[in-house]
């Protein structure tokens, strides 16, 4: 699908999605399955780690150039898979829990709200800065920009355990 390419268009189409699932019919069902989609976030966040560490293991002992420039393409397209999938659960647990909020069919308290929009933002931060590492990877300035992606994934691992004590 040529038209899912570009970012823009993947967050459009992850947006839609989203949306048609919170706004569907509120019942025990969707509840649980909202619940379900944040916690599968904290697994599929763990993946990504996991991804991340595998990948550091694999250039450190493969040598075969031919593996490695395969590598090179298919860790990248697991770890922006993962991502969109995180995109997709973890604004169908926020949406649907914020319209819960504001038309209440449950109970939610303000501070969890307010923290589960913190992490929501903390999400965002690090999807913006993982967007840029591609960018940035053709002027040489990779460092700056893995730091930053860095940065903001412990910053968000700290507002996702803030948020799920509260």
Excluded at 117 to 142: C, W, Y
């Amino acid at each position: 699908m040529p038209y899912f390419k570009l970012p823009y268009w993947k967050f459009s189409g992850s947006l839609i999605i989203i949306v048609a699932l919170v706004f569907g019919p509120i019942s025990q069902t969707t509840r649980v399955t909202a619940r379900h989609a944040g916690g599968f976030s904290c697994f599929l966040i763990a993946a990504l780690l996991i991804l991340s560490a595998f990948k550091a293991i694999f250039y450190e002992f493969v040598t075969d150039n031919n593996k490695r420039s395969k590598a090179q393409k298919f860790f990248p397209y697991c770890h922006q898979c993962l991502g969109w999938t995180l995109f997709i659960l973890i604004g169908y647990h926020s949406l649907f829990f914020l319209n819960l909020f504001l038309w209440p069919a449950a109970k939610i308290t303000v501070s969890l709200l307010i923290t589960g929009i913190l992490a929501t933002i903390g999400f965002i931060l690090v999807m913006v800065s993982g967007l840029d590492i591609n960018k940035v990877l053709e002027r040489k300035l990779f460092r700056s920009a893995y730091s930053r992606h860095l940065f903001t994934i412990v910053l968000l691992a700290f507002l996702i355990v803030l948020h799920i004590n509260i």
